[in-house]
């Protein structure tokens, strides 16, 4: 339910914004007017104290290779400290931010927020800085570019999320987060775009917004005025590396599966019919001789799977799922990736001029990752230093992975429980051809490699990650007992 202070508060704000002119051409001062504006205030002052306790500056230390060749030396690793922002999510000490914030880091940190209580023994203009604690990556869902960390604390503030389908256009948004290092900074704009895809095959849709947002602000809430997250700060698009108040957040509702998947299983499930969905245009809708230019067309059914089962066709125009209305193929895609593998969809579609429904149960993607990831057991393939299983190249794996840049190698499968901090920032799928300037032919070899060093020893593994080749580096650390 909506805060009914802050709500009327904000159409207060809009209707002073029209009535303006009128009001400074007055000569005698308008006390109403005066309390409308402290109200305003007021009210934007205690939303910022309440949501800007849940927001954190998260530091992150990266090891990275220093130019000038590969040598076996800790010598040639440089350190180095990035940061960015982030929100607790539950009282329990869970954390979401973006991936690009934490990927690649070997260690994390979270600067918490003093409470309401803590800030009430102090009187000065400049409050002491938080509590420092450690974090841990819980998981990382690279599609997204959204990651989930927790810290060891609890009863912690934190905020809940709101609903990003009920967003629209105009709609007053505050960004929170550490800009350029600044801890727990906080900027106001409105909604510019509700929807925003950045190229034509992105996965990801965002919500775009004029509040102004910088390097530093990548993982922080943006908040609505009841103090919802209706999105987290991802990215901007500038010419100079600073705000031109043209910002982008991952919607809240892809956040809430994201996190809630994470949380309970360490990765992301993602759900689908069994169908290539097309968005419709204006010449698609002219070709195919459809009523309207938007929605979304059946452009592949796929041989034997749920939607074949039930009766869905090529040329089919999809117009609502469980009633709402698809305006386009991601909104459709994201709908029905966020269902639990198993659920049941209603679909609302015209075939020509009829009108049908049709029932379609889902089945979770099968993501070739997901089935290298089934073909590898603890018992052989955990590789304990770097936090992975480990499996090696045959012709049959070959066959899912992108082409080869070089021969031999083994396949990063999965992470262990315990992977993401210690591992120098290798991923599910990429492939490790060398280590410390060795090739790595199997398992063994990896093995004895890492055995032969000790903790604090330089590591430089030169993997392949889709179709690029790159260097990741780091010290080894101590395996937990």
Not at 227 to 234: A, L
Not at 282 to 305: C, E, M, S
Request: net charge negative.
């Amino acid at each position: 339910m909506k805060s009914s202070k802050v709500s009327t508060v904000a159409c207060l704000m809009v209707f002073g914004l029209l009535v303006s002119p009128a009001v400074l051409a007055q000569n005698t001062p308008d006390t109403t007017e005066g309390n409308s504006l402290t109200q305003l205030s007021d009210a934007f002052e205690s939303l910022s104290e309440r949501a800007g306790r849940a927001v954190v500056q998260i530091s992150v230390v990266r090891y990275t290779l220093r130019q000038g060749g590969i040598v076996h030396s800790s010598e040639l690793l440089g350190l180095e400290h990035t940061g960015g922002s982030g929100v607790i999510v539950s009282e329990d000490g869970y954390i979401v931010t973006n991936a690009h914030v934490v990927e690649n880091a070997r260690n994390i940190k979270v600067l918490l927020t003093l409470t309401v209580s803590e800030k009430d023994t102090y009187h000065s203009v400049l409050k002491p800085r938080g509590k420092m604690v450690n974090a841990r990556i819980v998981g990382i869902d690279g599609e997204t570019d959204l990651a989930v960390l927790k810290v060891d604390e609890e009863r912690l503030p934190f905020l809940e999320f709101g609903d990003s389908d009920e967003l629209r256009q105009g709609q007053i948004v505050l960004a929170f987060g550490s800009p350029q290092g600044l801890e727990n900074s906080v900027t106001m704009g409105v909604v510019s775009s509700v929807a925003r895809q950045l190229r034509a095959d992105d996965p990801m849709i965002y919500i775009q917004t004029d509040a102004p947002i910088n390097p530093g602000n990548s993982g922080g809430p943006l908040v609505d005025i009841d103090g919802r997250i209706v999105g987290i700060n991802t990215l901007i698009l500038s010419h100079s590396g600073g705000d031109e108040g043209i910002s982008f957040a991952a919607p809240s509702n892809i956040v809430r599966h994201v996190y809630r998947e994470i949380r309970e299983r360490g990765r992301v499930r993602r759900s689908h019919i069994g169908i290539n969905a097309q968005s419709i245009t204006p010449t698609l809708a002219a070709g195919l001789g459809l009523p309207w230019d938007w929605g979304v067309v059946v452009a592949d059914v796929y041989p034997g799977q749920p939607a074949d089962r039930a009766g869905l066709r090529t040329g089919d125009v999809i117009i609502r799922v469980d009633g709402k209305v698809m305006e386009n193929a991601r909104q459709f895609d994201v709908n029905v990736y966020q269902r639990e593998p198993g659920d049941y969809v209603n679909l609302e579609l015209f075939r020509g001029s009829e009108k049908m429904n049709l029932r379609v149960r889902t089945i979770q993607r099968d993501d070739d990752l997901d089935r290298i990831a089934a073909m590898v057991t603890p018992e052989e393939n955990h590789i304990e230093r770097l936090g992975i299983l480990a499996i090696e190249i045959d012709s049959k794996i070959a066959q899912i992975l992108p082409p080869p840049r070089k021969r031999g190698g083994v396949l990063v499968a999965a992470m262990a429980a315990d992977g993401p901090n210690r591992n120098g920032g290798l991923l599910p799928g990429d492939v490790i051809y060398a280590f410390n300037g060795k090739s790595i032919s199997g398992l063994p070899a990896l093995r004895s490699e890492l055995e032969s060093l000790n903790t604090g020893d330089a590591v430089v593994l030169h993997v392949q990650r889709q179709r690029k080749l790159m260097y990741l580096a780091f010290e080894l650390e101590s395996v937990a007992n």
